[in-house]
């Protein structure tokens, strides 16, 4: 670059770019604190891709900020008037359980000024294509792009099922991009075998989500690599599954399945073989250590490829097959599987040469979306990531959550002691808004009190606020 393009440059202002995210990368939140405020957004997948994000757009000349995953419809004002451009990574957002957080989404975006761009959306079905469970709620897909589009150059999807999707209700601008999550490194992933083959003293990492070990024979895939491979550890995603290992919470519908590794009555559970990690930064780094990653758990097999570990992903819909098929990631269709499947055959079979070969295409075909929607990356026109590392590094993140088979006094101290703030603050506020709702009473009937004229009413309403305005519709609360 010239001098003279440098200086230019220089002399922009910065870009504030308001990111979808559950947390800042940066964010170091305490375990009790990450599972009472759900800063993994009910799966600790998404910051994966979010955290990918944060660190691809991050340049000198663009901060990014997270929004805390929140979708909230009466920011928009504020959001126009702080920020430059509102990014959201999305993974299946186009499924019907999806569908009310979509039509908030919708809602917010309708009232934004500034630009809007989608990083990699997806449809969820099953492995045949076939849309016709998305039919519904069509027209709530239909006004989340069509106001994306309207903000935007192109909508980033994940690979060719939703492309095709999105094309058939009419909709051109559509670009197959992938996931962020893949362009941590840039243009850069290398992935290789360490070891020949896998053997009983290889250490194995196994996913799944509950719906693959429940109804799609993932649990019996586990139990039969649990039984052949000793150092196997199952990594899990699920808010549920780290409430279950940190507080042994069963509450959740999900702790019905009790064939899952992160449920208290399975050996792996009593064996300490289970994790949940709520920073990709541990959940990478962790995966270095392994010789191999499998399961049906997308994101959980992309930090293994990331950490640079082999995985092979066992697709049961849309959304993991498309996604394996763009990034050409190995992957077998999980109905197609023999019952007893052993990972060492599918370590054998799995071959990392198109991955790898072709990332570099991929991530051109990424930035230049980037670029179409005027965002920078920083490997384009930054640091190529160097400074979000240095920063990373420098911090200290909480390990993965393990099970909670320890009954010490230092294990029940820490939890206690957690709990005990938690009920001093929550003392606090109720107190607080013991006295507002005191205050409240008594303005009311002040005001009930006085002639009801409007410019009373109108000071009235400047002292006490929201709550004499309910008092006076509803009655006193």
């Known amino acids: ?113 500034i630009p ?24 709530a897909v239909r006004e989340f792009v069509s106001a994306v589009l309207d903000r935007s150059a192109s909508i980033g999807v994940r690979g060719e099922f939703t492309e095709q999707y999105l094309k058939d209700m009419g909709f051109r601008d559509v670009e197959v991009i992938g996931c962020p999550s893949l362009f941590l490194h840039g243009k850069d992933l290398t992935v290789r075998k360490r070891v020949p083959e896998l053997t009983a003293d290889s250490r194995i990492a196994v996913n799944g989500s509950h719906n693959a070990v429940r109804k799609q024979g993932m649990g019996r895939i586990i139990d039969r690599a649990h039984a052949r491979y000793p150092h196997l550890r199952y990594i899990g995603q699920n808010l549920s599954d780290a409430r279950q290992l940190h507080w042994r919470d069963l509450s959740d519908p999900n702790a019905r399945v009790t064939a899952m590794p992160t449920h208290p009555d399975h050996p792996m559970y009593r064996e300490d073989k ?43 819909d849309s959304r993991t097959l498309e996604l394996c098929r763009y990034f050409e990631i190995p992957h077998r269709r999980i109905d197609e599987l023999p019952a007893d499947v052993d990972p060492a055959t599918l370590y054998e079979e799995a071959d990392f040469g198109a ?74 506020d109720n107190a607080r808004l013991k006295r507002e709702l005191a205050r409240a009473r008594t303005g009311a009937k002040a005001a009930a009190a006085a002639p009801v004229t409007a410019s009373v009413y109108r000071k009235a309403r400047r002292v006490v606020g929201r709550p004499l305005r309910r008092a006076l519709q509803g009655g006193r609360p």
């Open 1 to 113: 670059m010239a001098p003279k393009d440098r200086d230019v440059r220089s002399a922009l202002p910065p870009k504030r770019v308001l990111l979808r995210s559950g947390k800042s990368p940066y964010d170091v939140v305490p375990v009790e604190e990450a599972l009472h405020r759900d800063v993994i957004a009910t799966n600790s997948g998404n910051l994966i891709f979010s955290d990918a994000a944060h660190k691809i757009l991050q340049t000198p000349h663009t901060e990014v900020v997270s929004n805390g995953i929140r979708s909230d419809v009466s920011a928009a004002s504020r959001i126009n008037q702080e920020y430059d451009a509102f990014v959201v990574p999305l993974a299946n957002a186009f499924r019907p359980s999806f569908e009310p957080q979509l039509k908030r989404l919708t809602r917010l975006i309708s009232r934004l000024r």
């Open 116 to 139: 809007v761009v989608v990083l990699g959306v997806g449809a969820q079905t099953g492995l045949g294509y076939d849309p016709a469970r998305l039919k519904p709620m069509e027209p």
């Open 274 to 316: 289970v994790r949940v990690y709520i920073d990709p930064v541990t959940w990478i780094d962790d995966l270095r250590a392994f010789d191999y990653s499998f399961g049906s758990r997308i994101h959980g097999n992309i930090a293994a490829l990331l950490a640079g570990t082999p995985a092979t992903v066992l697709c049961g």
């Open 355 to 428: 991955l790898t070969g072709n990332h570099h295409q991929r991530f051109e075909r990424f930035t230049a979306f980037l670029d179409r929607n005027g965002l920078q990356n920083t490997f384009t026109h930054g640091d190529g990531g160097a400074a979000f590392d240095r920063r990373m590094r420098s911090l200290a993140f909480p390990p993965g959550i393990r099970p909670w088979n320890d009954t010490g006094i230092a294990e029940l101290g820490a939890r206690f002691g957690w709990l005990n703030s938690r009920v001093t603050e929550l003392t606090a």
